[in-house]
Structure formats: structure tokens, C-alpha cells
């Protein structure tokens, strides 16, 4: 069975940073790409930042330059190096496993969710 457990949300100011971290367990197919959702109250679900396996990261123009995503070796971990936060950062954040283009196929897979909460 396969979980993502998220960690690292939390209280910050302005301006701060915070690490997201997301434990996959079990076995996913490779290629696939894991990566940071979030949803702000009154609004949708939105990407954030993915890293395929093969290690190409992508990223929503509004944390260009401030968020930073990696995996580890293992492929295993990812993480969420979110850094000059903003009050509009806050939200619920989400990770998500996926195949990609070659992948035998399996469904997304999502985490419970962890708060950032970005105070001015």
C-alpha cells in the first residue's frame, strides 16, 4: 500500500522560510514525478512544484526563485525548500505521486496535507 506522509508546515513570518518533506511508502513505477500542491481557502487546488525521477523540476511562476524542490536518492523523499514566504504562500500543501509519459500506469497518489501559514 502506498502512503505519502507530509511534514515540516507550520507558523512563519514574512519573509522566513520553511522545509516541507514527503515520506513515500511503498512501491510506485518509475518514470514518475512527485511533487507540492496547495489550496488556500476559497480557492482551488494548484501546483506548486514537481521533480520527475529523473530529477527535472517544474515550477508555478509565483514560487520561481523562492521554492526549491528535491528528491533524494532513493527517490523516496521529496522536499519543499520554501524560502522569502509570502502571506499568499498560506495553504494547505499537498503531495502528490503520478506516472509519467512511459510509466506503467497507477493513480495519483496524495498526502493528508500539511499547513503553512504565512503571517504579515
Known amino acids: 500500500q502506498v502512503q505519502l506522509v507530509e511534514s515540516g508546515g507550520g507558523l512563519v513570518q514574512a519573509g522566513g522560510s520553511l522545509r516541507l518533506s514527503c515520506a513515500l511508502s511503498g512501491t510506485i513505477f518509475s518514470p514518475n514525478a512527485m511533487g507540492w500542491y496547495r489550496q488556500a481557502p476559497g480557492k482551488q487546488r494548484e501546483l506548486v512544484a514537481t521533480i520527475t525521477s529523473s530529477g527535472r523540476a517544474n515550477y508555478a511562476d509565483s514560487v520561481k526563485g523562492r521554492f526549491t524542490i528535491s528528491r533524494d536518492n532513493a527517490k523516496t523523499t521529496v522536499y519543499l525548500q520554501m524560502s522569502s514566504l509570502k502571506p499568499d504562500d498560506t495553504g494547505e500543501y499537498y503531495c502528490?505521486?503520478?506516472?509519467?509519459?512511459?510509466?506503467?500506469?497507477?493513480?495519483?497518489?496524495w498526502g493528508q496535507g500539511t499547513q503553512v501559514t504565512v503571517s504579515s
Open positions: 502528490n505521486a503520478r506516472p509519467v509519459a512511459g510509466s506503467t500506469w497507477f493513480p495519483d497518489y
